[in-house]
């Protein structure tokens, strides 16, 4: 391994990877600007080229700048034996860098998980076998592969990455979406929110396509997944419950010892409204 200067436009950067935030990029520019790149971005050489492993925003600030090179630490083709390897070094820096959204997260365990069974071999069920329907991105099929992947985690690995069953079927179901969709809407808010997600996965690659044309559109034409999906089916959209109402709701759920906290809690409050009552 070295550290050198290379050519921005020898390096290759691997189809389906998190999208760079412009505006990160841009910050990290203007940080540059008096503070100079502070860490090397990660490549490994691929015969007269390179492949990016980590610093995509890095390298995207050297090039906003408009300069032609940028620091490098270099790994060889040795040191980085497969192109597996690489895909699991490049996965795995951007799991220990914050700010992943939803999406970004989503998009990488599929990847780790195909990675990891190009290098180990696919995972094999244990003593009980996991039946699926034939068709591999069915929510049965998938949920039978988070439950496999996540088992080659330790229980340690699982806390620190969020990485237990559960979450993994969450994020194989939202890494259904189709790549150009999700490239559309991966700086839009709704790459941030699981639940919205998980819905439009559900959908079909076409209506995926126009529900991310509706978000995208100037001005949107929906504000959320479930609002587009409204709006193709020509349906109205679902009111929205007042804070108020599901606080309510869940108060006459609760037991009586529980009612009686929260009104402990609340009581100066509602004294003033009881005393304001009096006086009207």
């Not at 990160?24 to 490994?44: S, Y």
């Not at 914050?98 to 071999?121: M, N, P």
């Not at 939202?174 to 700086?187: E, G, K, N, Q, Y």
Request: proline fraction near 4%; avoid cysteine; charged fraction near 30%.
């Amino acid at each position: 391994m070295r550290i050198e200067d290379i050519e921005i436009d020898l390096i290759d950067i691997t189809q389906g990877r998190r999208v760079a935030d412009p505006k990160w990029a841009e910050a990290l520019a203007a940080d540059m600007v008096r503070n100079g790149q502070i860490n090397p971005i990660e490549v490994v050489e691929a015969g007269d080229r390179f492949r990016l492993i980590d610093g995509l925003h890095r390298l995207n600030a050297r090039a906003i700048r408009g300069e032609i090179h940028v620091t490098a630490r270099i790994k060889t083709a040795a040191e980085v034996a497969t192109d597996t390897e690489a895909t699991l070094r490049e996965i795995a820096a951007n799991f220990m860098t914050r700010g992943l959204s939803v999406l970004d997260k989503a998009r990488d365990v599929a990847r780790w998980r195909e990675a990891y069974e190009q290098a180990a071999g696919a995972i094999k069920p244990g003593k009980k076998p996991i039946r699926v329907k034939s068709d591999p991105n069915s929510n049965e099929a998938l949920d039978a592969q988070a439950e496999l992947f996540a088992a080659t985690f330790s229980e340690a690995a699982q806390a620190a990455l969020g990485m237990n069953k559960e979450a993994m079927k969450r994020y194989l179901r939202i890494a259904r979406i189709d790549d150009a969709v999700r490239i559309r809407i991966s700086l839009h808010r709704v790459a941030e929110n699981q639940s919205e997600l998980l819905a439009l996965s559900a959908e079909p690659a076409e209506r995926q396509s126009a529900i991310a044309g509706l978000l995208l559109s100037d001005p949107p034409a929906a504000h959320s997944i479930s609002d587009a999906i409204a709006v193709l089916d020509r349906v109205p959209p679902q009111a929205k419950s007042e804070p108020w109402a599901k606080l309510s709701d869940n108060f006459g759920k609760l037991p009586e010892t529980a009612k009686r906290r929260f009104i402990e809690e609340n009581w100066d409050f509602i004294e003033t409204l009881m005393a304001e009552r009096q006086a009207a």
